[in-house]
């Protein structure tokens, strides 16, 4: 062992100094616009980062690092998923420089294990975040469109949809039966596509109430509705812990929220007050809030199931979020785990920071980030508040999006500002998106950026295509792991596979197991080889 580091260690040696040898030879007539002379950090004249000294410590402490790691075979009492909605890998890269710096880490980056995963559903080679739910927490690929159903129900498509075994059941059911509690937290509607695979089974992700239904030429009583699923659904009833927006799914159109804004409801139910009532009949202590201040005085001794429905529509950006009234990503977090650590079976929890993926899609890079920054924080909670030996932790992606991270800026420049001039001498922003309603043009020629107040929190990055909405990318998405069977999460896989090692590691669900008894056999059989030979 001893020899085999001492390689690795003069092979890293050799990797660190090569670039010095070399850069006297570099020919930067093939790159017209990289930089001949390399601009120093604004930081300090000179950097520790300029020896080759600093890198080599830097990659030894790596190697260290991985070869003290041992694979965790505990079994998971807790599960927490977290799903940044349309973080794509660059989104990950550009919010590093965003936070702080090209170095900087997010909370997630220094989990041990790391993955990739393929997003495409079974009819559309791009997925969207219904058919992708149904994935990575129903362990089944189904159709563009539609949530927790196999492919044999396309979408807009209510009759297959209420056969039963077209159904598909997520890892929050699966944990419920083996006594678990469960939860989930959303930026977005509760209703969203991504919250909506936890518990619910339609045909068509739109369907949130019961007025959308109605639109769409079907009875809403006949094929119900997703608000009307997390309150009545097999699922959707027994979370403990539902927090997020979407209030105005739950309330008649001729009710007023908190806020003063009307229902969406046609049934003229308030589903609100059914769920309290539902509770209450369990002899369960519920408790609903709608605001921060009420999220941050529930009395955890008094509440088994904790509502929180922060806005009419979704939670709002970060950047334009009232701080004394909407709680935080992190804070409904925080929450969420001190209502679920209560259980002695322990939990699943679901965590969505929604509002990435809603950037992207109105070409504003700028919130996209801030968004992904903000979901950092709240893995960064949940890291602080677990044990790694009874807790798994996967933060994952959805599906990713079209931005691109480019050009050949100078170290330390404003990922959000202008990466250089074009060969038509006008200005390119680091940060460009392939299609959506950035797109500008300027009498036949591209629009210059450096005209626009590019500080403004809405700004709208280029792209190359104008769509009034941009769209999602069909490139793979990371997983990052760590706690009990962490080590699983490794490879390239179909997203699908997800939940199935979750339940692996927890012992939920009808696969295979931790807990099973050959897996246990095959365990010792292998310790026992083990002993054998260091006995020798």
Known sequence: MKMRVEGIAFFLQVVAVLPFFVSGHWDDSVHPHFPRKVKKRSTEEKSEEDSADFWIRNAQEAVKERLLRRANENIAKNVILFLGDGMS???????????????????????????????????????????????????????YGTIGVTGNVKRDDCPPMRNSTNHVLSIAHWSQLKGKMTGLVTTARVTHASPAGVYAHTAERDWESDNDVIASNYDSVTCRDI???????????????????????????????????????????????????????????????????GLLGVDYNQ?????????????????????????????????????????????????????????????????????????????????????????????????????????????????????????????????NYANGPGYKASEGRRHDVSKDDMSNEEYRYPGISPLHMETHGGDDVAIFAKGPWAHLFTGVMEENVIPHLMSYASCVGNGETACDPLEKEWHFSRIMILVKKNSK
Not at 122 to 130: G, K, P, R
Request: some cysteine; proline content about 3%; charged content about 20%.
């Open 89 to 143: 890998i660059p989104t990950i890269s550009a919010a590093r420089v965003y936070v702080g710096g090209e170095e900087k880490q997010l909370s997630f980056d220094t989990f041990p294990y790391t993955g990739l995963s393929k997003t495409y559903c079974i009819d559309h080679q791009v997925a969207d975040s219904a058919c992708s739910a149904t994935a990575y927490l129903g362990g089944v690929k189904g159709n």
């Open 227 to 293: 608000a009307w699923q997390l309150v009545h659904g097999e699922t959707g009833k027994k979370l403990n812990v539902v927090l997020g927006g979407g209030r105005a799914n739950f309330l008649p159109q001729n009710t007023k929220d908190e806020d003063g804004f009307q229902g969406n409801r046609v049934d003229k139910v308030n589903l609100i007050k059914v769920w309290l009532e539902q509770k209450k009949q369990l002899g369960a202590k519920p408790t609903y809030v709608w605001n921060k201040e």
């Open 303 to 431: 509440t088994d199931y904790l509502l929180g429905l922060f806005n009419p529509d979704h939670v709002s950006f970060n950047l334009k979020r009232d701080k004394n009234k909407e709680p935080s990503l992190q804070e409904m977090t925080e929450a969420a785990i001190k209502v679920l650590s209560q259980s002695e079976n322990g939990y699943f929890l679901f965590v969505e920071g929604a509002r990435i993926d809603m950037g992207h899609h109105n070409a504003q890079a700028r919130m996209a980030l801030d968004e992904t920054s903000e979901f950092s924080k709240a893995v960064q909670a949940a890291i602080d508040m677990t044990s790694e030996s009874d807790t798994l932790i996967v933060v994952t992606s959805d599906h990713a999006h079209t931005m691109s991270y480019s050009g050949y800026a100078h170290r330390g420049n404003d990922v959000l500002g202008i990466a250089g001039n074009a060969d038509d001498t006008i200005p390119y922003t680091v940060l």
